[in-house]
């Protein structure tokens, strides 16, 4: 007749025992985002992942930062960067968007790793050194409000800080707004991905006198279709930018690419 008696006090057990492995959790050092191994202190990644990381170092085309396969000398573009120019100046990217930049990326946005965004934003400052020598203000490209109340953060926000405290350049917020929510690019085509973002941003008529005539970085996480920081890039042109180039973590490339 024990048995019956006994069951809620296992119960407050397994409860206190679960309550006890949180804490524990909390104290544990933080894991690889990409193999789960513990890490040690102040690492983003461990080594073994780290060495497989793919940096993106030149030679690569001066418009875009596409890396090509050989060096075709200084300031020659890729065949996209000439057949669809665009409306942005120049792209640059810390590494390739492969298996362990996404689980990065995803740790950081999905899984509140915010304290990866300082290595993060170390990289992509060196990346984009030649850009932001030249750059009044970094702009983070802008969450619509209802995504980044389920997010409670806007993960281009945290890489701009970064970055603006590895070179000193500051951050421009709120000069650029997402007017419209736009569904996530996961599955659409490049042309449905131009489509779904159009119109979507707009500096606001107080914020224009911070943007016009000023040589501009705009910060994002990861670029695919490049559609996004476009939209953004044109509306701060209309704004009266000098200048917009752009500046994210990882960025897709195609397996081969030839300069021509
Ligand atoms: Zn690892």
Redesign the pocket.
Known sequence: MAEPARAPVARAIAILRSALRIAVDTALPPL?P??R?PLGDGAG??A??WSKLSFIEPPFCARLGIPFTYDPGPGLLSMEAIAAPPAYDRARAAVRYDDIARALVHAFKYSDRLDLAPMMGRWMTRAGRELLAEADALLPVPLHWRRLWSRRFNQSAALAGAISGACGVPVLHDALKRVRATVQHVGLSKPQRAENVQGAFKVPPERKADVAGRWLVLIDDVLTSGATVDTCARALRRAGAAHVDVLVFARVVAPVRTPI
């Open positions: 690889c990409s193999c191994e990644l461990c073994a992942c």
